[in-house]
């Protein structure tokens, strides 16, 4: 016992050291900089990213940085590992350097200006990054939107699972709820559908009333969340764990009986409202609302709630306002995210919303780790990236995944990134040297 | 008429008499203590009063206000706050996110509020901040402040427990053993902390103590407690030299 944890002590240290003298050239790097970096590879790609990948023998530009070609043709490996160095390691890494001191000039700048000013500037930013990225092919496109989507689920889910404790398995319910929710309304509205019938409001008017049904199919999710609100109130652990997974089958066999939604075929033909900048804006809101959530002390009574009940009641908590309130807001965004689902697949299905969704969102937060926004993040990117990437493996995609999974949990007991507080104004500040020598 | 008011309160267990026709009367501003053997019933009383069980008859009052059925979390904002024999704090919180918490039942802003991070929102929680520093101040850890509770030594985590019930700004205050498992340095600064808080923001505080040495100096009225039922109330002097008392703690004398 005494060699392992020492050998994987003297390991982490290693590795410890390591990290600190590659990112030692960084630290006076502002976000922007990297930002700026990541601005200038996604238009090197674009000017000279197919030329360069025929010339690297590939066919067309590889979607999620060679993996998938790699995996399908090793051959290619070398070739992708080149493009990658070429189009966005160097042009990152090199601009971010150079960038640094105008960059945290200008960051700094903005931010004595309006903090404010500057976290949206950042944020169109990323935005102008993404969209140009996403813009090489469909199925980037379809990706990037995926992820946002999985961002917000995972985020809602954190909120009752890392913030508060529970271990509800009810999400896939909401997210059903908020999908179907969505589309009936927008399909109902706005489409000549076999099963809803016809449009009832010119299709023009779509684009303004989604945002509507969004928050419509949230609200319905957080209707249906009061079912396992209610039981949590004198339930907790495993007893509530399945009350919730209950809930989950009830909502799925529900749709898969309900005609006129479709029933087990399934419902299709959702206008294509779920473009990238509402998926985008819709992302961004809900990680603002849920951080903003999370921070106040009304949020941190779920902390309280989670590490010892009795003492939060003691302390004025109202607990059962408040695991009334964490069921309902994290379903209200779970759902809002599953009418943004619904619209980005423009087809959702009963089985969609089952055990494999409910594993693949659970992994996602507790591989990202619990309680920490960066955490959902970092889960929802890294697993559906995984996901994609790994696509040519086939069903061996599923052995790889959870093989991760574990090695996490045994290295990182809570997530890679958990109980940490997210402020997004401390991120983009500027960068300054050590303390003595500004 | 008392702050607090306790009328022959009475709790089965089961078929378990566990406290039997308890009175209590508290004056604002007065110290009390509540000694006996364990299992005698004193944690039951403070549960009972702090709404954690529901007392099977009896009346509770605070200020004339009825407590029995009433929910902890509603007896507590009405200005009764307590500390726990074991600790119970947070352990993923920060010492200042304690003190903050206890301020829930103070806060307007509502969800509007927390979820939109209005301008009220950021007043109400600098003002909150504010008082849990001074709070963390009068209780002598102002240095914890953003530490990890179960990175703390065990007497600070005992202060960050009373500095989380002061926040709650109560007209009584109820310490579960606040010294239990000190060492004696702790234990005299913990004294120390008592006397002081009840000096500079002057309420009722009723206390539950093994070691006669503290509730001899801090208490003015003491009740001994056996098995459920109060068999001695009166001042430290009386409670030392009652024989029921001693005979409760260190038995009878058995002559032959």
Known sequence: MAVTSETISTNRERLGSLK????????????????????????????VGL??????????????????IALQKPALFPSA????????????VLVAKLSASPANWVAARLFNFRPWVS??????????????????????????????????????????????????????????????????????????????????????????????????????????????AIPSFNTRGDYLAIISLAFMFMVKSLIENLEVVGGPRGLGGQPDLATLPTVFIWTMLGIWIMNNFVRSTLGKAL???????????????????????????????????????????????????GIQMLAENLAMVYFGGLNSVQGAIVGAVSINLLGEALRPLEIYKWLVIPLLLIVVMITRPTGLI??????????????QKPEGEV | ??????????????????????????????????????????????????????????????????????????????????????????????????????????????????????????????????????????????????????????GAQRRVELARALAIEPKILFLDEPTAGMNPEELEQMMQIVRQVHQELGMAIFLIEHRMRVVMELCEIIQTLVFGEVIAEGGPEQIQNNPAVIEAYLGKEVVT
């Open chain 1, 81 to 92: 590992i080149l493009y990658d160095l070429l189009i966005y390691v160097l042009p990152i």
């Open chain 2, 1 to 154: 008429m008392a702050l607090l008011q306790v009328d022959n309160m009475t709790h089965y267990f089961g078929g378990l008499r566990a406290v039997n026709g308890y009175n209590l009367e508290i004056e604002a501003g007065q110290i009390r203590g509540l000694i006996g053997p364990n299992g005698a019933g004193k944690t039951t009383i403070f549960n009972l009063i702090t709404g954690i069980y529901k007392p099977t008859e009896g009346q509770v009052t605070l200020e004339g206000q009825q407590l029995v059925g009433l929910r902890p979390h509603q007896i507590a904002s009405l200005g009764l706050a307590r500390t726990f024999q074991n600790l119970r704090l947070w352990r993923h919180m920060t010492v200042l996110e304690h003190v903050k918490q206890a301020r829930y039942s103070k806060i307007e802003y509502g969800l509007v509020g927390a979820f939109f991070g209005t301008p009220e929102r950021h007043r109400e929680e600098d003002e909150n901040e504010r008082i849990a520093h001074d709070l963390l101040e009068l209780v002598g850890i102002p240095q914890y402040a953003d530490n990890v509770v179960t990175n703390l030594p065990y």
């Open chain 1, 51 to 68: 030329p360069l990948s025929r010339a690297l023998g590939m066919p067309r530009i590889p979607a999620l940085f060679g993996v998938v």
């Open chain 1, 119 to 228: 976290v949206l500037l950042h944020i169109s930013l990323l935005y102008i990054i993404l969209h140009i990225w996403a813009d090489i092919s469909d199925y980037r496109l379809l990706v990037v939107r995926l992820i946002m989507v999985a961002i917000l689920w995972t985020l809602s889910l954190n909120i009752i699972n890392g913030y508060m404790g529970e271990f509800s398995c009810s999400h896939p319910g909401f997210i059903a709820l908020g999908a179907y929710g969505a589309s009936v309304f927008t399909v109902g509205l706005f489409v000549n559908d076999n099963i809803l019938g016809a449009a009832l409001l010119p299709e023009s008017l779509a684009r303004f009333m989604f945002p509507i049904g969004l928050i419509l199919g949230g609200v319905i999710a957080s209707l249906g969340a009061i079912l396992v």
């Open chain 1, 418 to 431: 958990s109980f940490t507080e997210f402020d997004f104004t401390t991120i983009i500040k500027p960068k």
């Open chain 1, 303 to 353: 902390n309280a709630v989670r590490d010892g009940e009795t003492a939060a009641d003691a302390m004025t908590v109202n607990t059962r306002r408040t695991k009334f309130t964490a069921f309902l807001f994290g379903a209200f965004w779970a759902g809002l995210a599953g009418g943004l689902f619904a619209h980005v697949i423009r087809y959702v299905n009963p089985s969609t919303f």
């Open chain 1, 20 to 47: 600190a003298r590659i990112s030692e050239p960084f630290v006076l790097v502002p976000i922007l900089g990297w930002f700026l970096g990541a601005l200038v590879a996604v238009l090197l790609e674009q000017l």
